[in-house]
């Protein structure tokens, strides 16, 4: 008899009265706030840095410029529950808005120009458009095609940077339509509107994985493809609906960032997919699919903006960011790795 076999399985646990009798904690439950006490003592940290870190002018701006990171969390958190991963979505903030003022401005009277083929009120739908149709090019290169996700996305991600840079000539565009202004620079009841829409998308996707059956199919998706197939669940739609999903939320990304910029930045969203890993493994999504929640990966965004927020209060050089947000994804997976029990192959 192998090692395996005389393993319990997890029915022959529950059903062993000595076992029912036993008190149990149910870590998965706690995960998912495991963020919060991190999140207090960061905010304690940062009032003893600085006592500018509580003004509520302070305060509204990190969540503000956690909307854009968020959405872009939001995108690739439902992307990896579903078993998969999709790197270009920093590329995608950036060239989803460019093709759309492309196509919009006119061909003359600004510094770029444009086709001028379409009304200016066009230019959010069109956008929105270009990111659903970057994430279903994703989906047919992994589905269709059957390549591998992680190099197609980042030739993708390199392809979409390529096209931004030779379209807008290596330029930041300044020249942007009064709808893309207004999202980033509205606000209603007193906080900036893309954080009323950014915590209205997470609550959408937050239900929809919690009470709706396509929802709930992404965690069979990512934990099993194959047992998914079996139960009827039809895979490689939902993957496809999925990864076209992720492309619209960064190109609304894009939108909010445009806007509350006033421009489309010549390096717009250069190294941010290293952030969105980062936020997203912290706040428990698993990278080999099938786990974690959105509240996690809001926490993930929150936590990373603070630690930002706190050093840059306490005068650190921004230079660092990158070597924090890599130190803590290496501890996350650590963590992750030893809490779990599972190798992280």
């Not at 979409?160 to 620079?185: D, T």
């Not at 009323?196 to 929809?208: D, E, N, T």
Request: net charge neutral; charged share 10%.
């Amino acid at each position: 008899m192998t090692d395996t076999a005389r393993q319990p399985t997890a029915e022959a646990v529950a059903d062993d009265p000595a076992e029912r009798g036993r008190p149990r904690i149910d870590i998965a439950r706690w995960r998912d706030l495991s963020l919060v006490p991190v999140i207090f003592v960061l905010g304690v940290i940062g009032f003893i840095v600085s006592p500018a870190f509580l003004t509520q002018d302070n305060l509204i701006g990190v969540v503000q410029q956690s909307t854009e990171l968020g959405l872009l969390v939001l995108g690739e958190a439902l992307i990896l529950i579903s078993g998969r991963m999709d790197l270009s979505l920093e590329s995608t903030i950036a060239v989803a808005p460019v093709i759309a003022l492309w196509f919009v401005l006119p061909e003359h009277g600004a510094r770029f120009e444009g086709l001028g083929l379409l009304p200016v009120w066009t230019a959010i739908p069109l956008c929105l458009a270009v990111g659903a149709l970057i994430g279903a090019a994703n989906g047919f290169l992994m589905l269709k095609l059957r390549v591998n996700g992680f190099i197609a996305t980042l030739g993708m991600l390199t392809m979409l940077r390529g096209l931004q840079v030779g379209i807008a000539e290596g330029q930041s565009i300044v020249n942007v339509p009064e709808s893309f202004r207004y999202l980033g620079k509205a606000d209603w009841l007193g906080v900036p509107a893309a954080v009323w829409l950014c915590l209205g998308l997470y609550a959408i996707g937050g239900l929809a994985l919690g009470y709706l059956r396509h929802g709930r199919a992404l965690y069979a998706i990512g934990g099993n493809p194959e047992a998914a197939r079996a139960a009827g669940i039809r895979v490689d739609r939902i993957t496809w609906i999925v990864l076209s999903v992720g492309g619209l939320l960064a190109a609304f990304a894009g939108i909010l960032y445009t806007g509350h910029y006033g421009s489309v930045a010549a390096t717009q969203g250069n190294g941010w997919i290293f952030q969105v890993f980062a936020a997203a493994v912290i706040g428990g999504i698993s990278l080999k699919g099938g786990r974690g929640t959105l509240f996690g990966a809001l926490t993930g965004v929150l936590t990373l903006q603070l630690v930002v927020n706190v050093m840059t209060l306490g005068g650190v050089p921004p230079l660092w960011n990158q070597f924090i947000n890599g130190s803590i994804i290496i501890v996350a997976l650590i963590i992750s790795r030893y809490a779990s029990g599972e190798k992280q192959d």
